[in-house]
C-alpha cells in the first residue's frame, strides 16, 4: 500500500503518513542526494527545476529504477547541460533567472576545474547566471 493510499484511507496527508511511519521505526531510510545538492536549499527553492533534476540523477546514480517518462526528463536534461557546457550551482540569494524562476540555482559556465561534474559548490562561483542556458521548461533560451 502506498503512502498516498494510506493517507486517502485515514484522511491524512501524504506527509503525515510517512511522520507516523518514520516514528514507529516503519519506513526504510530516506536517500541521500547531498552529493549532488550539498547545499541547504530554501523552500522555495525547492521545486525549481534543477533541484528536481538533481534529485533524479541522484536517485539513478544510487541505483533506482525511474519511471521511463522521468528517465527522459533526466536525459534530455542532462543533454542541454552538456550541450550548454555549463554546470549547476546555488546561491540562497540568486534572484530568478532562466534555470529558476523563483530564483536560488542558476547555471555557470563550465571551468576546467568543475572536470566532468555536474555541480559547482565553490563559494567564489559566479553570482550571475550565464546568458545562454537551458531554460527551466527545458527548450533552448536567452
Known amino acids: 500500500m502506498t503512502y498516498?493510499?494510506?493517507a486517502e484511507m485515514y484522511g491524512v496527508t501524504r506527509g503525515a503518513v510517512y511522520l507516523q511511519l518514520r516514528d514507529s521505526k516503519q519506513t526504510?531510510?530516506?536517500?541521500?542526494h547531498s552529493k549532488y545538492i550539498p547545499w541547504t536549499v530554501k523552500a522555495g527553492h525547492a521545486?525549481?527545476?534543477?533541484n528536481a533534476m538533481?534529485?533524479?540523477?541522484?536517485?539513478?546514480?544510487?541505483g533506482e529504477t525511474l519511471p521511463e517518462v522521468k528517465e527522459?526528463?533526466?536525459d534530455k536534461w542532462l543533454a542541454e547541460i552538456k550541450e550548454a557546457d555549463v554546470v549547476v550551482c546555488y546561491n540562497r540569494e540568486?534572484?530568478?533567472n532562466p534555470a529558476s524562476n523563483t530564483g536560488g540555482w542558476y547555471y555557470s559556465k563550465r571551468r576546467p576545474s568543475d572536470g566532468t561534474n555536474l555541480i559547482r559548490v565553490d563559494p567564489d562561483a559566479d553570482s550571475e547566471p550565464v546568458i545562454k542556458t537551458p531554460n527551466?521548461?527545458?527548450?533552448?533560451?536567452v
Open 4 to 6: 498516498d493510499e494510506i
Open 72 to 74: 527522459r526528463m533526466l
Open 136 to 141: 527551466p521548461q527545458g527548450s533552448k533560451s
Open 94 to 96: 540568486q534572484v530568478p
Open 54 to 62: 538533481l534529485r533524479l540523477f541522484s536517485r539513478r546514480e544510487q
Open 47 to 50: 521545486q525549481a527545476r534543477p
Open 28 to 32: 526504510s531510510k530516506r536517500p541521500d
